[in-house]
């Protein structure tokens, strides 16, 4: 396996063609007043770096799980996809990381609450490279909450 694709990851978690956080992890991100951002606690398997793990929720929470057509020439992944920006340990726990998460607008059906959360908290719960997450804050900007009636 090349150095690009290897994961680090031990077992009861390989990860896919290449790790997530060659796309998801954007430490150099700077947030808009327009993104929905998420703060995750997240407690990755053994072997699973933190930066992998935000990097993967940010992923499976948006574009990761969207399948290759050949349109995808035509959308970029960079306005639909989230991004796992910053990543702190927890203070007295072992293990545990907050993940920020920034999410576009863009992502989301205009008015429904349902669409947005089925995607920042729908299967990604289930993911296998963590063996705990819990989404710890939500901020959702005006211009989104102006779409709901």
């Not at 992502?107 to 719960?125: D, P, R």
Request: proline residues 7%; charged residues 25%; contains cysteine.
């Amino acid at each position: 396996m090349s150095p690009q694709t290897e994961t680090k990851a031990g077992v009861g978690f390989q990860a896919g063609v290449k790790d997530y956080k060659l796309t998801y992890y954007t430490p150099e991100y700077e947030t808009k007043d327009t993104d929905i951002l998420a703060e995750f606690r997240v407690s990755p398997q053994p072997g699973v770096p933190p930066e992998e793990a935000g990097a993967a929720v940010a992923a499976e929470s948006s574009t990761g799980t969207w399948t290759t057509v050949w349109t995808d020439g035509l959308t970029s992944l960079d306005r639909y996809k989230g991004r796992c920006y910053h990543i702190e340990p927890v203070a007295g726990e072992d293990n545990q990381w907050i993940c920020y998460v920034a999410y576009p607008l863009d992502l989301f059906e205009e008015g429904s609450v349902t669409n947005m959360f089925t995607s920042i908290v729908g299967k990604v719960f289930g993911f296998k490279a963590l063996r705990a997450l819990r989404l710890e804050d939500l901020r959702i900007p005006p211009t989104y909450s102006k779409t709901f009636q």
